[in-house]
Structures are given as C-alpha cells and as structure tokens.
C-alpha cells in the first residue's frame, strides 16, 4: 500500500483566490477593493507614526531626554572643572587655605581679635 501525503494549501492561497476574485470582478468592485486598501495602508501608516518604536511622540520625547541630559554633562563637567581649581588651590596656595579656615571654619590667629557688628 502506498503512503498517501496531505497536501497543505500554499502558504499565499488566501491572496491567489482574492486576486482572482479581483480578475473576474467588474471596475467598480475592483475600485472599492483599491480604495479600501488604500484607506487601510493609509491608517496603518498613522498608526506607526502615533505608536511604535519610531513613532512621532518618542522621538521628541528622546529628543527632549537628549537636550536634558546634554545640560546635565554640562552641568557635572562644570563642576568637575571647579573641584580641579580648588584642589589645585588648596595644595598650592597659602593664601586660599587661609581664606577657606578664615571664612568657613571661622578661625584666628593666636592673639588676634575679631569685632563683629550687628545691624540693628
């Protein structure tokens, strides 16, 4: 007895018998069928543009993200810049270390007196 194999519709059947059904039709179904297919590319174009990896609303939003975050570097490079100038101040420069014990620390020399006045 012989082996009998199933076979399986092809995988594009569904679009042969719609594209036959096209061919046998009249102008006017067919123009129907086109502009219905046009409505649908045209919605599914609105569609990716509103939702989706490459939508409108997320490129701005990365847009936005970018501009804060290029900001941020700046800010944080300003600071690096500045955390370099005062440590090269404070293992370079008397003046500076006097300074920084004199207005943060609140410190005197021996035998020095400080007046302080308040507004009244």
């Not at 092809?10 to 129907?32: C, E, M, Q, V």
């Not at 569609?47 to 490459?54: I, P």
């Not at 690096?80 to 006097?98: A, C, G, H, K």
């Amino acid at each position: 007895m012989t082996r009998r194999k199933k076979s399986k519709p092809p995988l594009l059947a569904p679009a042969g018998n719609f594209l036959k059904k096209i061919s046998g039709a009249d102008a006017r179904t067919r123009k129907k069928y086109v502009r219905w297919g046009l409505y649908l590319i045209t919605l599914l174009l609105l569609y990716s543009t509103m939702v989706g990896t490459y939508s409108l609303p997320r490129i701005v939003r990365l847009k936005f993200e970018r501009t804060s975050l290029i900001e941020a570097n700046r800010r944080e490079l300003i600071k690096l810049i500045d955390s370099e100038r005062v440590r090269t101040m404070l293992q370079n420069d008397p003046r500076y270390i006097e300074w920084v014990a004199r207005t943060r620390y609140h410190m005197v020399r021996p035998g020095e007196t400080i007046y302080r006045y308040r507004n009244r």
